[in-house]
Structures are given as C-alpha cells and as structure tokens.
C-alpha cells in the first residue's frame, strides 16, 4: 500500500522535475496540505470522507497552480539557483502557515471504514488500506492514461524532450509548465489526503515525503513515468527490508541511502532505458 | 613590439619536437559516433610545428566535435590524438590544456561578470603554482607570484589591444572585444598550440583585418594554430595548408590556391550553403 | 584598503562589546549568531564562490559538534561479543581539532561526488547526507545517546601547566573564542578568494568550460572548496558543542541549513562580508522579535523575505549596496548596472586605489 501511494508522489514531482527542471521543494508541503485538508473537512467541517478526499485533490491542484503561477512562471529563465531558493522560500512560508493554523499536534482522521480488517484466506488488511491502495494504483493508471492518451500529454512529453522545439510547434510552454506542476501538486495532495487517515497529520509531515519523493523520481530517472512508479514500489520494499535487518529508526534513511547510491553509481536511474514522460 | 619568446614552463614533457620533424599534434584515425550518427568517420591529420592550419567545411561537417576531441572534451569512440608524441587518451580538457593545446569556442565564451582583467588573470591560472596552504599562510611568495601574474596580464592586454578595457566587465565589452578577449584568455593560458574555433565569425571587415594582423603577431611568438574556419579571404589570407572536413570525413588538404580549385570542395560547399570569398 | 580599515575597526568595536553589554542574555544571541555566521561564511565559500548548491552543510557543522563533543567525553563502543573499544576523554582543543578533521573528511567525500553529481542531483545528495547524519546519530545510541542527547560535555581549558589555567565556563571567554573563530575563519576565506585559487573558483562557478579550457582542475577545486568549507564549519559546530554543552540530532535538521542559506543569499552570496551582513539580520532578528511574533510568523515572514529579495535583489544586500554607492558616489567610468559586482570588497578597494 505503502508502495502505491509513494508512487504518487514519485509520479507527480517526476513530471514537475522532469518536465520544468524545477527542484519542488514544495512537493513536501502539498503532501501535507493535501491530508490537512481532509482532517478539515471531515473532522471539521464533517463532510463526508469520499467527498473530502476529492476536494482534497482538487484544493491540491488548484494550490500547485497558483504556487507555478505566483513564483515561477515571473522567473522563467532564471538559473536553476534561484528558482530552487524560491521554492525553499514558499517551502518555509507553506510549512509555517500549516504550522501556525493547525499547532504542531498530530491529528488523527476518521475514516468511515469498519474497524475490523478484511480478511482474504490467511491475510488480513485494514479497510482503508485497500482502499488507499485501490485509489492510488487508479490515479496511477488514470494519469498514465492522460500522459498518454491526451492531448495535453503528448504536449507534456513533446515539451518534456525539447522545450524550443514543442514552442516552435505550437505547444504553449506557459500552460504545459502550470499543468504540469498543478497535476503534479495534485497527486501529492492526493498522496496526502490518502495517507492522512492512515497515519497521522502532522506539518512537518512532509518534509520526510518530499525526500523520498526526490529518492524515487532519481531511482527511477527523470521525467520516467513507468520508473517513479515502479521506484515507489521499490522505496516501500527496501524500507521494510531496511527497517527489517538494522533497525526501524533507519526505515527513512533508507530513501537517502538509495539516493546517495543511485546517484553515485547510476546517474541516469535505474531504469533509463525506459520511455520517458510515459 | 615584437614579444620575447617564452620560455617552456617545467609542466611540459622535455622531448621538445621542433627540430626531429615530427609532428606537435597528430590525429590518428579518429572516429566519433553518437549512437548512431556518425560525427566523424575516421579522420587522420597533423599539424607540425610553426604551421597555420585551416580546417573548413559546411556547417555540421564535424569540425568542432574534431576540436572538442583533440582538447579531450569528449572522448573518441576510435583513434587517438598525440600531441608532441604523447597519447591524450583519457585526458581531461584542463590536462590538455596544461601541456600546451589551447582552444577557443564558437560561441564567444568569456567570464561575463569578470573584469577584463580578472578575465585574463583566470587564463593565467596555471602559470601559477601556489597551493592552497601557502595561500593560506599567506607567504611571501604568494603575494610576489601576484605582481608576477598581474604583470603578465597587462602585458597581454597591451598586446590584444584591450588595455584601454581593463577594468570593464568582460560582458559589457562589444562583440568584437568579446571575441579578442577570448583570444587574449588563450593566450594567456601559454599554449604552443592555438586552437581557434571561428574566431572571426560575426565581425565586420576591418576587425577581420586586425585579427588576421594579430595572427601574424601570434605566430612570432612561437605559436602554432590550427583553425576553424568560414571566412575564406582569413583562410586564404593566413593559413599554410587547408584541411577540408565533410560530413565527417577529410575531403581534401593542400595548400590554400590548390583547395580553392579543388572540385569536390566546391561541391560540398555549394551543396550546402554560401561561402564569403 | 578601505574595506581593510574598515574591518579591523569593526572587530575592533566587536571585541569591546563584553565591556559594556553586561546582559547575559543579549551575549549568549551574540554568540550563536556568531557561531552561525561562522558558518554562513563556510557555507557562501562553497555555494557563493564556488557555485556548487550544497543543502547539507549542516552535516558539517553538527559533524564537528559531535565529534568533538564525544572525543572530548570519551566512549565506548562494543565491537564485538567480548571486545569493548575504548575511548579516553581527551582535552577539549584537541576534541575541536578533531571535529576539524572528521568535518573536513566529509567535506573531502562530498567534493568527490560533487564532480560526479550536478545540478539538482547535487542539492539532492547533500540534503540527503544530512538527512542520514541525523538519522545515524538518533540511532546509534550507543555512541551518540540518539536523541537522548549528549551532555554534560566539557567547556573549553587553556593552560600554561603550573601558571595559568582559563576554562570557558562564562559567556564572555566564549564569546571571544567564537570572536577568534570568526576572525581567523574570515582571513582564511579572504586569503583563499583574493587569491589565484579564489579566481579558479569564481571561474568554475561563472564559466566551467571555459575554466577548463585554460587549464584549471575542477575536481581538485570542487574538492578544496569543500573541504575547507566543512572544516570552518566542523569548527564552528565544535565551538558550538563546547558552550552549550549539551547535544542532540535535531543539530542536523535541514532548518539550519537554511537558516545558513538565507544568512549566505540575503546578505550576498559570493561577497566576504554578505554572509556577516545576513548572519547579523537572521541571528538577532528572530531574538528582537520574539515578543512580538510566534516563531512561525517569524519564519513566514522570512521565507516571503528570501522570495522578495530573489525576486529584486538577487544578488543580496551587500552587492546591491555596493552597485548604489558606486552609482551615486563612484567615478562614472565605474559604473555598472546592479547586479554586476562578483566580489563587492574587492571592488571597492580597486576603486578607491
């Protein structure tokens, strides 16, 4: 389940970083935004979870837009120093905000699941659970599909492999660049708004999804559609592997490690022979 | 001003070729593919000590992938390059360049937020040795290595013809300018051999004219040069024997008059856009 | 040679504070933002000179807190079933120095990858290298009391054996030795970037190739910047370490690092004295305003600060400074459009010799 949602994630800041060659550092916040925004609605304003979830998504979006449209699009052009020094800066600015609405307790979120697990022969899962996991490998396929079968995806790919050229063709850059980070920012909102009720709710809750995001994205190659998806497989595996063999305090080192190596040893990915952006 | 001949800094390997005849640079049988474009097929060529040599060709024909092998900025997928003998094989550009094989870029490449001068203190960097601890300590000799090397500096400015732009910032300086101040940041780098990529591409005729002056002023100076090339009055004015390059492959090589002549260098040009004789 | 005056009468002027700040409080603010400054300027050598965007320099700092920290307490560590390796505490200057080495180590392996590793890969890696130094100190509790703390950790002793012996207890010796730190680290710094080395590096951060092309190593350089930049900053973190003696992982947490990046930008990323100017506004803001504005206001209006001056000032407040008074003041063959100055001391010194 772990696996499905991570690659969300990984999905999401892969077309951001691939496409617009921007470090998100926000990825993280929307991530958190994303599961604030159902304990809102759910625990606060008591809508109804599936709803919450949608708006959740849908905020989400509409949030990664205005973040493209605010600080990026003034600075397109600009080297890649200042655009990632931006994105610290709205990082900080999105943390602290979360930080002083919601204070830095942990919040839990009902779900309308039935408490006792499903039970399919000798396994037993949680509810929500299966439904996290049933959500996010749809998203995955819906996205794949609209990477691949739309429009604005080929758009997306053409930019994805030459910016000058996709504009010269036509293909209107600004849009593809407020898409992209406004679909990206969506499915990690969704990330989020799915695993709020799993776990628990917390403002800094992103900056550990956002490294790991970064740690798929780079096992998988840039801009690699099929790789962030398999490379958030792979994280959830090697993290209970790790957790597993030394000890459950280095489950999230295990991100980084991958990361440190990856990026020694296979700059590319681990799968770069794969497609791109699809 | 005629400049005094300088001396070979102690970097350099000793067998000094000038006098046995072989070759300073040699290209043996290079090869580069990118995938599955072929850049350049199998090209083999020498420059020998003194010489001015051209090398030309429409656009695409691999000249630059030719100068960014033999610098050692991409690696051949066959062949080698020897300079003075000595196989540059795995070599990095910086390496190259402290043996003596200096270049310049088609594209005017200078520090832009440098001073004019910083620019050319930079292309100075390796006749300098002090290391970082006796930076650090600041020793003496650190500090007379300074006045040593911002001598030199002004020394070259004076002989590029860019003093009276010391102190401007190299971006700020015109194109022409740029294009010396390129010239001058190899220059200063010490090479036996100068390699230039288009260094007259986009100036008008009597820069051309000043540059071509220069050229003379540089060979004086011990220099070899090997060049690329559109403008064809500078390739007639200057070179000693013409390479010509298509779609990867040597096509002809002789001296100038004779590769004017030279039919299937007429063809290749004439197939593929205009020529400035 | 005016920026030169200028500056000894300023540490002149620092170094007098204790005679008349009496506040314990107010000297402790100065000290941390001293401590961080130090490592501001160690981190504007890497990202300002260098141009390499390391995020993890943190790492350094809290590298050399704890193992000086920990070579000055002592440890042991179980190697294997029968076999106890063990640690005798050592005096506290010789725990800095190794905090020094250790620092400097990483800062060596860090400048390795940073050749192999570009761009946006690079900021990755260092963020996640401090990542991991956070997490290896929160879980090797047998070394480093994870997130129990080290504590207890001694203060610096100077001795002249039978004559004379200072140890750091009070606020005012520690202030001098961050005071000394600062001043030893800046002259280091200014010597290295006034130097042909220092032009070596400016080049490989404006122009790679064309740095290649004439000659300059870029591995060799990437490597020296990093290293002598974790050194500082092992530097700072063991002084760090030693005054307030007490340690936890949360001295990795990538908050510092931006808190030293902000320092490093605002103030002028690539200027000698930019990081001083930032590391003065962000170290003793926060403290001014503390009774006005919950920390998380603060940090808001810290982050809204980096985006506006990347947006209108983005080479920081001293360059910017620098372009102003050379515009309204200078020599009109001076001139030059904002923005434009790569180191704004040496400028000024060559227009006013």
Same mark, same amino acid.
């Given at each position: 389940m772990l696996g499905s949602t991570y690659a969300l994630l990984g999905v999401g800041l892969t077309l951001i970083f691939g496409i617009m060659r921007v470090v998100n550092f926000t990825h993280g916040e929307l991530y958190t935004f994303g599961a604030y925004m159902v304990f809102l609605f759910v625990m606060v304003l008591e809508l109804n979870f599936f709803l919450a979830l949608v708006l959740a998504a849908l905020l989400g979006v509409v949030l990664g837009a205005v973040i493209e449209l605010t600080l990026l699009r003034p600075l397109r052009g600009a080297n890649i120093d200042t655009t990632m020094l931006i994105m610290i800066g709205a990082w900080i600015m999105l943390q602290n905000t979360e930080q002083f609405v919601w204070s830095g307790i942990a919040k839990s979120i009902n779900t309308p699941f039935p408490d006792e697990p499903l039970t399919i022969g000798p396994v037993s899962v949680s509810w929500v659970r299966v439904f996290v996991f049933g959500v996010a490998v749809l998203l995955i396929v819906g996205v794949h599909l609209l990477i691949h079968r739309t429009r604005l995806g080929k758009a997306m790919r053409a930019t994805f492999q030459d910016h000058d050229t996709a504009a010269l063709m036509g293909v209107n850059i600004n849009h593809i660049y407020t898409a992209t980070f406004a679909l990206g920012s969506g499915l990690a909102a969704t990330a989020g708004a799915l695993l709020g009720p799993v776990f628990v709710v917390a403002p800094t809750m992103g900056n550990l999804a956002a490294l790991k995001a970064f740690a798929i994205v780079i096992m998988g190659g840039l801009g690699n559609f099929k790789g962030a998806t398999l490379g958030g497989f792979i994280l959830a595996f090697v993290e209970e592997v790790g957790a597993g063999y $030394? /000890? /459950? *305090? @280095?489950r999230d080192a295990m991100g980084f490690l991958l990361i440190i190596i990856v990026l020694v040893f296979r700059p590319t990915g681990l799968f770069a022979q794969s497609e791109r952006v699809g | 001003m005629v400049m005094p001949r300088r001396p070979v800094p102690s970097n350099r390997p000793v067998e000094d070729v000038a006098s046995n005849g072989e070759p300073l640079l040699s290209i043996e049988n290079v090869s580069v593919h990118f995938g599955g474009l072929v850049a350049v097929s199998n090209i083999s060529f020498v420059v020998k000590e003194g010489e001015v040599v051209s090398l030309i060709g429409p656009n695409g024909a691999g000249k630059t992938t030719a100068f960014n092998v033999i610098t050692g900025f991409l690696a051949p997928t066959s062949g080698r390059v020897r300079y003075r003998g000595r196989d540059l094989s795995g070599m990095r550009p910086n390496q190259v360049a402290g043996l003596g094989l200096v270049r310049t870029f088609q594209k005017t490449s200078v520090f832009a937020k440098n001073t004019v001068l910083e620019n050319i203190l930079i292309g100075l960097h390796l006749q300098g040795t002090s290391r970082a601890w006796e930076v650090l300590l600041a020793l003496g000799r650190v500090r007379a290595e300074d006045i040593r090397l911002r001598k030199k500096a002004v020394e070259i400015l004076e002989f590029i013809g860019l003093s009276r732009r010391a102190n401007e910032l190299g971006g700020a300086l015109a194109y022409g300018e740029q294009r010396l101040l390129e010239v001058a940041v190899a220059l200063a780098a010490n090479p036996t051999l100068l390699m230039l990529d288009e260094p007259v591409s986009g100036m008008n005729p009597s820069e051309t004219e000043g540059f071509m002056k220069m050229l003379g002023r540089i060979r004086e100076r011990g220099i070899t040069v090997l060049l690329v090339e559109h403008d064809m009055r500078m390739v007639m004015g200057v070179s000693g024997r013409v390479l010509v390059l298509n779609q990867g492959t040597i096509i002809a090589e002789g001296p100038p008059q004779e590769i004017q002549r030279n039919p299937e260098v007429i063809e290749a040009y004439l197939g593929h856009g205009t020529q400035h004789a | 040679m005016m920026a030169r005056w200028f500056g000894w009468l300023w540490v002149a002027f620092l170094v007098s504070v204790p005679l008349w700040i009496k506040d314990q409080y107010f000297l402790h603010v100065l000290i941390m933002t001293g401590i961080f400054t130090i490592a501001a300027m160690s981190l504007n050598l890497l990202l =300002? @000179? +260098? =141009? #390499? %965007? /390391? %995020? *993890?320099h943190v790492a350094f700092f809290g590298i050399g807190a704890y193992t000086s920290a920990l070579v000055s307490l002592g440890f042991d560590l #179980? $190697? +294997?079933?029968d076999h106890v390796f063990v640690f005798d505490p050592k005096p506290v200057w010789l725990g800095v120095i190794s905090g020094i080495a250790v620092a400097g180590f990483f800062g060596w392996v860090i400048g390795k990858i940073s050749f192999k590793v570009r761009g946006a890969y690079f900021v990755i890696v260092t963020i996640s290298f401090a990542e991991v130094m956070r997490l290896v100190a929160l879980n090797w509790v047998d070394l480093t009391q994870g997130p129990m703390a080290l504590s207890s950790i001694p203060p610096l002793t100077l001795q002249i054996p039978g004559v004379w012996e200072l140890t750091f207890w009070r606020k005012t010796p520690n202030y001098y030795l961050m005071l000394f730190l600062a001043v030893v680290s800046f002259i280091t710094i200014r010597r290295l970037v006034h130097s042909r080395i220092g032009r070596a590096l400016v080049a490989l951060r404006e122009n790679e190739t064309l740095a290649t092309s004439v000659g300059v190593d870029v591995t060799r350089y990437l490597v020296l910047a990093a290293v002598v930049s974790a050194a500082i900053a092992g530097a700072a973190g063991g002084v760090y370490s030693h005054y307030v003696r007490i340690i936890d992982p949360d001295v990795f947490l990538f908050i510092y690092t931006v808190t030293m990046v902000i320092m490093v930008i605002t103030g002028g990323k690539g200027t000698l004295s930019g990081p001083i100017v930032g590391g003065l506004i962000f170290g003793i803001a926060p403290e001014m305003l503390r009774e006005l504005a919950q920390p998380e206001i603060q940090w808001i209006i810290y982050g809204a600060l980096m985006v506006a001056i990347v947006f209108f000032l983005p080479d920081g407040i001293v360059p910017a400074l620098g372009s102003w008074w050379r515009n309204h003041f200078a020599d009109p063959g001076s001139r030059q459009p904002p923005g434009a100055a790569a180191d704004g001391d040496a400028q000024a010194a060559r227009a006013v010799k």
């Amino acid at each position: 389940m772990l696996g499905s949602t991570y690659a969300l994630l990984g999905v999401g800041l892969t077309l951001i970083f691939g496409i617009m060659r921007v470090v998100n550092f926000t990825h993280g916040e929307l991530y958190t935004f994303g599961a604030y925004m159902v304990f809102l609605f759910v625990m606060v304003l008591e809508l109804n979870f599936f709803l919450a979830l949608v708006l959740a998504a849908l905020l989400g979006v509409v949030l990664g837009a205005v973040i493209e449209l605010t600080l990026l699009r003034p600075l397109r052009g600009a080297n890649i120093d200042t655009t990632m020094l931006i994105m610290i800066g709205a990082w900080i600015m999105l943390q602290n905000t979360e930080q002083f609405v919601w204070s830095g307790i942990a919040k839990s979120i009902n779900t309308p699941f039935p408490d006792e697990p499903l039970t399919i022969g000798p396994v037993s899962v949680s509810w929500v659970r299966v439904f996290v996991f049933g959500v996010a490998v749809l998203l995955i396929v819906g996205v794949h599909l609209l990477i691949h079968r739309t429009r604005l995806g080929k758009a997306m790919r053409a930019t994805f492999q030459d910016h000058d050229t996709a504009a010269l063709m036509g293909v209107n850059i600004n849009h593809i660049y407020t898409a992209t980070f406004a679909l990206g920012s969506g499915l990690a909102a969704t990330a989020g708004a799915l695993l709020g009720p799993v776990f628990v709710v917390a403002p800094t809750m992103g900056n550990l999804a956002a490294l790991k995001a970064f740690a798929i994205v780079i096992m998988g190659g840039l801009g690699n559609f099929k790789g962030a998806t398999l490379g958030g497989f792979i994280l959830a595996f090697v993290e209970e592997v790790g957790a597993g063999y $030394i /000890s /459950s *305090g @280095y489950r999230d080192a295990m991100g980084f490690l991958l990361i440190i190596i990856v990026l020694v040893f296979r700059p590319t990915g681990l799968f770069a022979q794969s497609e791109r952006v699809g | 001003m005629v400049m005094p001949r300088r001396p070979v800094p102690s970097n350099r390997p000793v067998e000094d070729v000038a006098s046995n005849g072989e070759p300073l640079l040699s290209i043996e049988n290079v090869s580069v593919h990118f995938g599955g474009l072929v850049a350049v097929s199998n090209i083999s060529f020498v420059v020998k000590e003194g010489e001015v040599v051209s090398l030309i060709g429409p656009n695409g024909a691999g000249k630059t992938t030719a100068f960014n092998v033999i610098t050692g900025f991409l690696a051949p997928t066959s062949g080698r390059v020897r300079y003075r003998g000595r196989d540059l094989s795995g070599m990095r550009p910086n390496q190259v360049a402290g043996l003596g094989l200096v270049r310049t870029f088609q594209k005017t490449s200078v520090f832009a937020k440098n001073t004019v001068l910083e620019n050319i203190l930079i292309g100075l960097h390796l006749q300098g040795t002090s290391r970082a601890w006796e930076v650090l300590l600041a020793l003496g000799r650190v500090r007379a290595e300074d006045i040593r090397l911002r001598k030199k500096a002004v020394e070259i400015l004076e002989f590029i013809g860019l003093s009276r732009r010391a102190n401007e910032l190299g971006g700020a300086l015109a194109y022409g300018e740029q294009r010396l101040l390129e010239v001058a940041v190899a220059l200063a780098a010490n090479p036996t051999l100068l390699m230039l990529d288009e260094p007259v591409s986009g100036m008008n005729p009597s820069e051309t004219e000043g540059f071509m002056k220069m050229l003379g002023r540089i060979r004086e100076r011990g220099i070899t040069v090997l060049l690329v090339e559109h403008d064809m009055r500078m390739v007639m004015g200057v070179s000693g024997r013409v390479l010509v390059l298509n779609q990867g492959t040597i096509i002809a090589e002789g001296p100038p008059q004779e590769i004017q002549r030279n039919p299937e260098v007429i063809e290749a040009y004439l197939g593929h856009g205009t020529q400035h004789a | 040679m005016m920026a030169r005056w200028f500056g000894w009468l300023w540490v002149a002027f620092l170094v007098s504070v204790p005679l008349w700040i009496k506040d314990q409080y107010f000297l402790h603010v100065l000290i941390m933002t001293g401590i961080f400054t130090i490592a501001a300027m160690s981190l504007n050598l890497l990202l =300002g @000179y +260098t =141009g #390499q %965007l /390391s %995020l *993890g320099h943190v790492a350094f700092f809290g590298i050399g807190a704890y193992t000086s920290a920990l070579v000055s307490l002592g440890f042991d560590l #179980q $190697i +294997t079933n029968d076999h106890v390796f063990v640690f005798d505490p050592k005096p506290v200057w010789l725990g800095v120095i190794s905090g020094i080495a250790v620092a400097g180590f990483f800062g060596w392996v860090i400048g390795k990858i940073s050749f192999k590793v570009r761009g946006a890969y690079f900021v990755i890696v260092t963020i996640s290298f401090a990542e991991v130094m956070r997490l290896v100190a929160l879980n090797w509790v047998d070394l480093t009391q994870g997130p129990m703390a080290l504590s207890s950790i001694p203060p610096l002793t100077l001795q002249i054996p039978g004559v004379w012996e200072l140890t750091f207890w009070r606020k005012t010796p520690n202030y001098y030795l961050m005071l000394f730190l600062a001043v030893v680290s800046f002259i280091t710094i200014r010597r290295l970037v006034h130097s042909r080395i220092g032009r070596a590096l400016v080049a490989l951060r404006e122009n790679e190739t064309l740095a290649t092309s004439v000659g300059v190593d870029v591995t060799r350089y990437l490597v020296l910047a990093a290293v002598v930049s974790a050194a500082i900053a092992g530097a700072a973190g063991g002084v760090y370490s030693h005054y307030v003696r007490i340690i936890d992982p949360d001295v990795f947490l990538f908050i510092y690092t931006v808190t030293m990046v902000i320092m490093v930008i605002t103030g002028g990323k690539g200027t000698l004295s930019g990081p001083i100017v930032g590391g003065l506004i962000f170290g003793i803001a926060p403290e001014m305003l503390r009774e006005l504005a919950q920390p998380e206001i603060q940090w808001i209006i810290y982050g809204a600060l980096m985006v506006a001056i990347v947006f209108f000032l983005p080479d920081g407040i001293v360059p910017a400074l620098g372009s102003w008074w050379r515009n309204h003041f200078a020599d009109p063959g001076s001139r030059q459009p904002p923005g434009a100055a790569a180191d704004g001391d040496a400028q000024a010194a060559r227009a006013v010799k």
